[in-house]
T-cell receptor, first 113, second 116 residues
Framework: KQEVTQIPAALSVPEGENLVLNCSFT??????LQWFRQDPGKGLTSLLL?????REQTSGRLNASLDKSSGRSTLYIAASQPGDSATYLC????????????FGTGTRLTIIP | EAGVTQFPSHSVIEKGQTVTLRCDPI?????LYWYRRVMGKEIKFLLH????????ESGMPNNRFLAERTGGTYSTLKVQPAELEDSGVYFC?????FGSGVETQYFGPGTRLLVL
C-alpha cells in the first residue's frame, strides 16, 4: 500500500529565496508522481507530472525531480515570490492500471515579502 | 477550454438528509475520479469511472455513497443519508485515456460539504 509523506507541514521563506519541498513515498513501483498547488478555498492546480521513466520535469521557475530508488521527489522553486504562497501537494500513481492518486498531507508555503 | 466544474460549491445539510454532488469533466476525458478530503486528513480516492463504467470503487466508504455517470459524461455522487463524518471537501478530477502518455489528472474546485 502506497503511503506519501510531506515534511515539513509548513514553511516560511523570505521572498527571492530558492526553496525545496520534499515528498517521500513507500512503494518504489510508482508509475508517476504529480505535484499540485492549492490556494485557500480553491481546487487543485496541477503543476508538474513526472513519469517513472523520467528523472525530472521543469516548468518556468519550478523543477520537480523523482528518485524511485530512494522513494523521494522534490519540488524546487527558484526566486520565490509572494504569489507562490499556497499549499503544495504531491500525489503518486502507484502502478499501471491502478489509477488512484495517493496524496500527501501537503506543505503550506508562505513567502514573506 | 473549460476545466472540471463541480456543483454546488458549498452545501450545508442536516444529518439524515440527502445531498447530490455533480461533476462535469473536461470534454473528451473518459476518466473521471472522485476524491474526498476530511478535516485534517489527506485527500483520499473514492472511485474511478472509465466512461460510464466503474473501474475502481475501492475507496467508497460505505453503501450510503452512490456514484453514477450516465452516458459517460457528467457524474453525480449522492450521499444518503448523510452523517456528520461525511463533512469535507469532495473533489472531482478527469484525465484522458490511460496509457496515452498524457495522464495528468485535472481537478475541479471541489464541493465543500458540511453535515450538521
Amino acid at each position: 500500500k502506497q503511503e506519501v509523506t510531506q515534511i515539513p507541514a509548513a514553511l516560511s521563506v523570505p521572498e527571492g529565496e530558492n526553496l525545496v519541498l520534499n515528498c517521500s513515498f513507500t512503494d518504489s513501483a510508482i508509475y508517476n508522481l504529480q505535484w499540485f498547488r492549492q490556494d485557500p478555498g480553491k481546487g487543485l492546480t496541477s503543476l508538474l507530472l513526472i513519469q517513472s521513466s523520467q528523472r525530472e520535469q521543469t516548468s518556468g521557475r519550478l523543477n520537480a525531480s523523482l528518485d524511485k530508488s530512494s522513494g523521494r521527489s522534490t519540488l524546487y522553486i527558484a526566486a520565490s515570490q509572494p504569489g507562490d504562497s499556497a499549499t503544495y501537494l504531491c500525489a503518486g500513481l502507484s502502478n499501471f492500471g491502478n489509477e488512484k492518486l495517493t496524496f500527501g498531507t501537503g506543505t503550506r508555503l508562505t513567502i514573506i515579502p | 477550454e473549460a476545466g472540471v466544474t463541480q456543483f454546488p460549491s458549498h452545501s450545508v445539510i442536516e444529518k439524515g438528509q440527502t445531498v447530490t454532488l455533480r461533476c462535469d469533466p473536461i470534454s473528451g476525458h473518459d476518466n473521471l475520479y472522485w476524491y474526498r478530503r476530511v478535516m485534517g486528513k489527506e485527500i483520499k480516492f473514492l472511485l474511478h469511472f472509465v466512461k460510464e463504467s466503474k473501474q475502481d470503487e475501492s475507496g467508497m466508504p460505505n453503501n450510503r455513497f452512490l456514484a453514477e455517470r450516465t452516458g459517460g459524461t457528467y457524474s453525480t455522487l449522492k450521499v444518503q443519508p448523510a452523517e456528520l463524518e461525511d463533512s469535507g471537501v469532495y473533489f472531482c478530477a478527469s484525465s484522458q485515456v490511460f496509457g496515452s502518455g498524457v495522464e495528468t489528472q485535472y481537478f475541479g474546485p471541489g464541493t465543500r460539504l458540511l453535515v450538521l
